[in-house]
């Protein structure tokens, strides 16, 4: 047998396997997966904070009347919740970690027993990594600079940034919270764009320095598609102190 027919069978096999295999889920359901990144990269204390949400469209038979319920590897966490006719989602509440894969359990529950009906991996995104501001600026100007941000081979190219006063804020542990409360931005929003070559991302903010010393956040987030239910999103914080050429 020639390599040219060895090779030929071997692909006609693969994708038999391939299609039984995609056969068999639908007979189960689809699914879609997203995860919200919160990251804070602040003075001597960086943390994340990644969750996950999962979409999951039934297309077996015999699920009517019946609940979903949904479990993630490591933990003994059941969730339990009326299977939607359109579309069940379900968000997990627990605080995860970045770039770190999860296998998540479905089962299918008609009385006191739930029995398995399917397994949904999914990965998280990683942070934004923020390069500039340093934790204290000196100089005339505010400049954000921040690597691109690459998950599952696709590259970000589109983000969004602002900047907000920080004025008590705890800069040695910083509340998550509170900074996804500040939604008076110093200035409007602005969407930045890259180029596939680019591998960091700059802007530069049109606040003046201040009078005194004066705590600032820098934000920086992946922009979501236009009508995505869920959309994996990643946004960094950068809590700084400016200070102003009178206090060097």
């Known amino acids: 047998m020639n390599v040219k027919k060895v090779f030929t069978l071997a692909l006609l096999g693969m994708l038999f396997i391939i299609g039984c295999d995609l ?3 639908l007979k189960k359901g689809a ?4 995860s919200r990144i919160n990251s804070i990269q602040a003075i001597g204390s960086s943390k994340e904070f990644a969750f996950v949400d999962i979409e999951y469209i039934f297309t077996g038979t015999g699920v009517s009347g019946q609940k979903a319920v949904f ?3 490591g933990s003994d966490k059941r969730d339990t919740m009326e299977i939607a006719v359109q579309s069940t989602v379900y968000y997990d509440t627990d605080t995860l970690s970045a770039d770190t894969d999860y296998t998540y359990t479905l089962w299918l529950l008609d009385g006191t027993e739930p029995e398995d009906y399917d397994e949904i991996p999914v990965k ?3 942070i934004i990594e923020i390069i500039t501001p340093a934790d204290t600026l000196t100089g ?11 998950y599952e081979g696709e590259d970000y190219l589109t983000y969004e940034v602002a900047i907000y006063d920080g004025s008590g804020l705890d800069l040695s542990n910083p509340d998550l919270e509170a900074l996804l409360a500040l939604t008076d931005p110093l200035e ?3 969407e930045v764009t890259l180029t596939e070559s680019d591998t960091e991302g700059i802007h530069t903010y049109s606040i003046n320095p201040p009078a005194i010393l004066q705590v600032y956040v820098a934000k920086v987030t992946t922009k979501k598609g236009i009508g995505d239910k869920l959309a994996n999103k990643s946004t960094a914080f ?3 102190v ?3 050429l009178a206090f060097q």
Do not use: C
């Not at 699914?31 to 997203?34: C, G, R």
């Not at 005339?140 to 690459?150: F, H, R």
């Open 188 to 190: 409007d929003p602005q």
């Open 23 to 25: 056969i068999d889920q």
């Open 242 to 244: 400016w200070a102003p």
């Open 71 to 73: 479990g993630r590897s």
């Open 124 to 126: 998280t995104m990683p």
């Open 31 to 34: 699914y879609h997966t997203a």
């Open 238 to 240: 950068k809590p700084f």
């Open 140 to 150: 005339e100007t505010v400049e954000l600079k921040w690597n691109k941000l690459t």
